[in-house]
């Protein structure tokens, strides 16, 4: 999966959407000041939280993602890296979230949305992923996953049909951007691969294509809680949708709010980003 391939249309993709960053917001204020996103794009969450007078590290694999993250904070007057006079508001690390290692280990929040864990594609690699969070945490620190509620009867309906998911003007290249979405569900492995094709119509009459595969691996309301179990978290909430509400077998969202258990002692560590 490119994501350095997808950068240039991510924000597009994000401008209007801000369902998340409320919630978000809200428990990063209740866990504390320090808060740690996986998966950060190019900031879409960590610049509000960062108005809201968070320290944030976002964390993300892909370089030109975290480029355009870069740029976007020093426009609104942040510095991406560690201050003269102390930390900086927000640090950018190019890591894999199933494997990465801070010199933070007292970090009062971590949050991983809009499906960002789904692009995990196996067990034992989401598992990974949230033991590294784990081990970055305090005690007691909090943990804040979004994922999409599976609906299985619709997946299987919509497997393999294309469909114009948006479309928008961009900016900067002055192109027409269609986003074209397939999405094909395997669900004996709980995967659903979407291909996107990004057609850009320029001004003068050139027209581009760029095909994405994204591989999702989706989760069921108990999976994620025994995951987080064997993690080393105890799970708080599980919301349905971002007001809050109590999750149900037909909400749209899988929100699950865990809190940070003592971690078990003698894990062997390496030597700090």
């Not at 201050?83 to 290692?101: E, H, K, S, W, Y």
């Not at 999702?216 to 993690?231: I, N, S, T, V």
């Amino acid at each position: 999966m490119n994501f350095d391939a997808f950068a240039r249309f991510y924000d597009g993709d994000y401008r209007d959407y801000r369902d998340d960053i409320p919630l978000v917001l809200k428990t990063a204020r209740a866990a504390g000041r320090d808060a740690l996103e996986l998966g950060c794009g190019t900031g879409r969450v960590l610049l509000p939280l960062a108005d809201g007078g968070c320290q944030v590290i976002g964390l993300d694999t892909s370089m030109a993602l975290l480029a355009i993250a870069r740029r976007k904070l020093a426009k609104h007057g942040y510095a991406s890296e560690t201050g003269v006079d102390g930390p900086a508001p927000v640090r950018l690390v190019q890591a894999d979230m199933t494997n990465f290692q801070l010199a933070e280990r007292e970090i009062d929040f971590a949050f991983v949305v809009s499906n960002t864990l789904m692009h995990v594609t196996t067990q034992a690699e989401q598992l990974k992923a949230l033991q590294c969070a784990h081990r970055h945490l305090r005690v007691g620190g909090l943990l804040l996953i979004d994922l999409f509620n599976p609906d299985v009867a619709y997946l299987e309906a919509i497997s393999g049909n294309q469909e114009l998911a948006d479309w928008w003007d961009d900016e900067e290249s002055g192109a027409q951007v269609l986003k074209w979405s397939t999405r094909y569900l395997d669900a004996a492995r709980q995967l659903q691969e979407t291909v996107f094709v990004y057609e850009e119509i320029f001004p003068d009459g050139r027209n581009e294509q760029t095909r994405l595969a994204f591989p999702l691996r989706f989760w069921w309301p108990d999976e994620g809680a025994m995951l987080l179990e064997r993690a080393g978290f105890a799970l708080d909430e599980l919301y349905g949708d971002f007001d809050g509400s109590p999750y149900r077998s037909d909400s749209e969202r899988l929100i699950f709010i865990a809190r940070k258990k003592p971690a078990a002692r003698g894990v062997a560590g390496r030597e700090p980003l």
